[in-house]
């Protein structure tokens, strides 16, 4: 256990003691109280960079995460013959994504997507009919594609936009490949662009311009990096490794209290006088092996912020309104047996009967080969709100028998891992990007004590959380 300073832990710890006993429902089962500089609530990409950065910078963590591994989206199948990753896949290139492979010694490799049509194949998942790819000029497309993003470059950084918010990021995904032309280049942009809650065609289309962004589309020129190993898994079992008892897993957040601006619990402002001047947040954890009390002067929230996934933080009217705008979608990974299709080829999901073919959801986006012999990678999503697990398993096997009437002799399926990834794509309607959603939820940045990063916050890559969290640190959390 490391403190900040000696002294105020102790200070703090017996205020908390007598601060605690005096409230209903807090419990008295664990009575050992740590102290952190920084408490980060959520293991997924951004809070463990954060975690692990912040140890570097020399300050004491604890990261709350509620399941019993870090890594959120990145999840490894380790199988006899070779790791199969079926979340997180491969990283655009940045120096911080470079800084935090480095830091545990994980050497990386350049991935180069082969983008040779002859490697993929479009079917209707509903029917396994063929569906044809759309004409026209990929190149000329993809190139107006890149001329709207240039016209932005601030998408690169976050949702830091100006006002009034230009009209082409308000625009319906479908009217702005419309405006500009863009359908030859459709089949691309959807391959990289899963997950979304309905018919991508409708989502604004600042969404779609920061998943499939100028990082990624360098990457797609370039290469991608990825660890030898090739397992995505193996970083955050490093940071487990490093973290230690700081790493507090399947564990949640039973409630906050925080201090707002003048030091003063937002809570008992009024009752508690002996706590003013104090500068810490109260945290109070459900852990496997009961309740862990954590003092920290700063927290880090990085799990999607919706109010459900925020009950006892303390939440004041304006952030709780801000909160409760997002909407988002089901996406599940899994790992299928199968065998019968060929053992190149990445098939993707497409409609014989919608604009540019764009798939019918929910369904299973794409089936992909891995380095195993007769073992798929599915990945399942597109409805609006949670899923079913059912629902998602179901589907993946309906989608793979659907495609025997393509011709292929698809073995009887059988998922051997699946994981939500649900709520994924935080996100919000034109009208509310247009009112200044993304001022209002930029302006929550350090407001009473508390720091955000993550997808909702920026983009659903983690090399740019990295670059993203990192700023967050040097900005906000190590200066305020
Ligand atoms: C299938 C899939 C494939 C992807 N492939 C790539 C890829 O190849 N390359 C890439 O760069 N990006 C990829 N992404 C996107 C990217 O990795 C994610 O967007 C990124 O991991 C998001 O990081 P985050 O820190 O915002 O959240 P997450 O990684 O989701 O982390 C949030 C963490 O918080 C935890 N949590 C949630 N609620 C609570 C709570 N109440 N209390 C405690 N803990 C909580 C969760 O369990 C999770 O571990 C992929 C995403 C998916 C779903």
Redesign the pocket.
Known sequence: MRFSTGTRVAALASVWLSFTSALPGLGHDNDDVITRDVAI???????TYAAIRLRELGRSVAL????DEL????HTYYDAAAPIDY??????NNTDMERFFAHFNIPLVAEILNGDPAYTRRYDFRTGEAVAALGGNIIDALTRYVGILLQHPYLAGGFDLPDPVPEDLLLSFGDLIEKYDLGAAVDMITQFDQ?FAENILDYPSIYILKYLDLAVIQGIQFGFSRPASRANQDLYKAAEAELGEDALLGS??ARIQRQDDKGTSAHHKDTNAHHKGTSAHHIVVDTPSGKQRIIANKVIV???PLLE?LDGFDLDDRESDIFSRFQYSS?Y?SVVNVTGLPRQLQIFNKATDTPYHVADLPGTFTFNPTAVEGIHTG?FGGGAGSLPEDQARQGIIDNLLALRNAGYPVSEPEIIALRS?TP?GLHVSAEEIAGGFYRDLYGLQGYRGMYYT??AFHA????E?WEFTERVLQEHVLVD
């Open positions: 609530i959520g293991g997924g990409a951004s809070g709350i995460e509620q399941r890594g959120g989206h990145t979340g997180v896949w491969i990283y655009t997950g949640t957040v990085a799990i999607p996934n996406y990974g990945f990834h994924f993550g997808a659903h890559n983690s090399a959380l």
